[in-house]
C-alpha cells in the first residue's frame, strides 16, 4: 500500500509531532511513521523543562493552552552545596526571561491531539521501519502494519526517530562526522507522589554525588541521583533511594524533602553526541536522532524544538516558494545552537557531578566554580541566559 506527501517523518516523538503540526500550520502536508502504540508514546517519562522560546512556540502554534494552565512558570534555580541554597534569579538577570515545568509526555499528548483534530495522518506500530532512496528527488519510508507492507513516498524525510532510529544510519559512514562523550555517571530517577517541598529546581551539589530535585505538578515529584554508569536498578529499593536524596539535599538550615510511593524509577546513561551532518540528499535529521545532551542543564527536548523551527522555515519555504536555499544551510543554522547547548550541558554537568577517579583537585576547581557562579552577578547571568535558553536562530 503507498501513500503519498510532501514530508514523510519517521518518529512521534517532540520533534516528529511538532514539525508536523508546524508544516500542517503551513500548508505543507506530512505523515508520521511511529515504531510504538499512541499509549506508549504519550506516557513516556522524560524531559520537562521548557525554554521560554521553546513555550513561546508552542503557544504560537496553537498547542500552549493546556501548557499555560498546568505548566508551573519558575522564575529561577538554586544551586545548593556546602549545606546552604543559593538562588539563580532568572527575569533580573536575563531581562525578563523563565522556564516552565510541563512534561514532555503532556507534550507529546498536546501536539497527537491537535494532528488528529486536524486530519493529520500518524501510523503507530509500524514494524521495520525503513528509509530508501535519499539520494534521489522521490524517497520512500517503508514499514510493515497488520502483516502488509506500507510505503510513503514523498520529496523530504525528516528523521524524527531519537538517538536509537534507523535515520541517522542511512547517511553514509564517510558523510558524517561524529562527536562523542560518554561520563563516568549515570542518573537515577524516580517519580514520586509527593508534593514537591519547594517551589524551584534545586541542583545539589554533595561528596557523594549529585542530586537534583524537580517536579512535574504539585502533586508530583520528580528526583535525579548521581549512580555509577553500571548500577543495577535491583540494588537500589526504594529506601536506600530516600535516604541518599535526604543526604545529597538536604540543607543545614533545616529544609527536609518530601516523601511519597515511587511511581517509577529508572537508570539514564549520560552522554554528549552530536552528528555534524544533520542532512545528506533528501534526509533532514532533527532532535535526539542528530545530537544528545547529558540532561543536567535541561536541553534535550528545546533543542528538538529548536531544529524544528528551523526546519518548519526551511521546508515552508522549499515546498511554497520553490528555495532550497534554506534547506541547504539547515544544519549549519542548527548546530551552532547545537554545541551552544551542548557546551552549557557539559559546563553543568563538569561543575555539578563527582568524578569517580578525582584526588580533590577537580572537587576543588568545582567548588571555586560554584562559589564564583552564585557570587557573581556576571557568572550568575551567563548560567541563567543559557538555561532559559538563547533565542531560536
Ligand atoms: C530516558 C531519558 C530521559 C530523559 N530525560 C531528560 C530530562 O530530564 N531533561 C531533558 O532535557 N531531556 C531529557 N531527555 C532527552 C529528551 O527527552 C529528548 O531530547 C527528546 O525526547 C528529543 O525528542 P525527539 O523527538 O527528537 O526524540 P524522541 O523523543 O526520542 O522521539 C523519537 C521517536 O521516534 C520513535 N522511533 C525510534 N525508532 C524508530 C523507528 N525505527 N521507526 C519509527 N519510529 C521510531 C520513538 O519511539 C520516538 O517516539 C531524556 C531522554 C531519555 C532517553
Redesign the pocket.
Known amino acids: 500500500m503507498r501513500t503519498r506527501t510532501q514530508v514523510g517523518i519517521?518518529?512521534?516523538?517532540?520533534?516528529?509531532?511538532?514539525l508536523s503540526h508546524l508544516l500542517h500550520l503551513q500548508g505543507v502536508a506530512s505523515v508520521i511513521?511511529?515504531?510504538?502504540s499512541r499509549d506508549?508514546?504519550e506516557h513516556?517519562?522524560?524531559?520537562?523543562?521548557l525554554e521560554q522560546a521553546a513555550v513561546d512556540l508552542l503557544k504560537e502554534a496553537g498547542v500552549g493552552e493546556r501548557m499555560v494552565r498546568e505548566g508551573l512558570v519558575h522564575n529561577g534555580i538554586e544551586l545548593r552545596f556546602g549545606g546552604r541554597g543559593h538562588r539563580i534569579d532568572f527575569p533580573s538577570l536575563t531581562g525578563g526571561r523563565a522556564i516552565t515545568v510541563y512534561g514532555?509526555q503532556e507534550v507529546?499528548k498536546d501536539l497527537i491531539a491537535a494532528r488528529l483534530a486536524a486530519g493529520g495522518e500518524i501510523v503507530f506500530e509500524?514494524a521495520d521501519?525503513?528509509v530508501h532512496g535519499i539520494d534521489t528527488d522521490t524517497p520512500l519510508i517503508r514499514?510493515r502494519k497488520d502483516g502488509s507492507e506500507h510505503e510513503v513516498s514523498c520529496a523530504i524525510v525528516a528523521g524524527?526517530?531519537?538517538?536509537?532510529?534507523?535515520?541517522r544510519q542511512a547517511i553514509p559512514d564517510h558523510a558524517q562526522h561524529v562527536f562523542e562523550r560518554t561520563y563516568p555517571f549515570a542518573?537515577l530517577?524516580i517519580l514520586a507522589q509527593a508534593a514537591p517541598s519547594h517551589e524551584e529546581l534545586i541542583y545539589a551539589y554533595h561528596d557523594r554525588g549529585f542530586a537534583l530535585f524537580?517536579m512535574r505538578s504539585p502533586e508530583i515529584t520528580?528526583l535525579?541521583l548521581q549512580v555509577a554508569p553500571d548500577e543495577d536498578i535491583a540494588d537500589w529499593p526504594d529506601e536506600r533511594i530516600w535516604q541518599e536524596l535526604h543526604t545529597r539535599l538536604e540543607t543545614d538550615d533545616g529544609w527536609r524533602l518530601n516523601e511519597g510511593p515511587v511511581l517509577e524509577k529508572?537508570i539514564?546513561p549520560m552522554r554528549s553526541f552530536v552528528c555534524e551532518k544533520m542532512q545528506h540528499g533528501r534526509l533532514f535529521l532533527?532532535?535526539?536522532?542528530?545530537h544528545?545532551?547529558p540532561?543536567t542543564?535541561?536541553?534535550?527536548?528545546?533543542?528538538?524544538v529548536a531544529?524544528i523551527h528551523v526546519l518548519t522555515r526551511a521546508l515552508t519555504a522549499f515546498f511554497k516558494s520553490g528555495r532550497g536555499d534554506l534547506l541547504a544551510t539547515y544544519d549549519a543554522t542548527c548546530l551552532k545552537r547545537v554545541w551552544r547547548a551542548e557546551h552549557f550541558s557539559w559546563w553543568m554537568t563538569s561543575m555539578l557531578h563527582r568524578f569517580p577517579d578525582d584526588d580533590g583537585f577537580q572537587q576543588r576547581l568545582q567548588r571555586s566554580q560554584l562559589d564564583y557562579t552564585v557570587g557573581s552577578r556576571a557568572a550568575a547571568a551567563s548560567l541563567a541566559e543559557n538555561y532559559v535558553g538563547l533565542p531560536f536562530a
Open positions: 519517521v518518529g512521534a516523538g517532540p520533534s516528529g509531532l511538532l511513521v511511529e515504531n510504538r506508549y508514546v513516556r517519562v522524560r524531559a520537562g523543562v514532555q507529546v509500524a521501519v525503513g514499514y524524527c526517530d531519537g538517538f536509537h532510529g534507523v535515520c542518573w530517577g524537580s520528580r535525579y529508572g539514564t532533527a532532535g535526539d536522532a542528530a544528545i545532551v540532561p542543564g535541561a536541553k534535550g527536548m528545546n533543542l528538538a531544529d
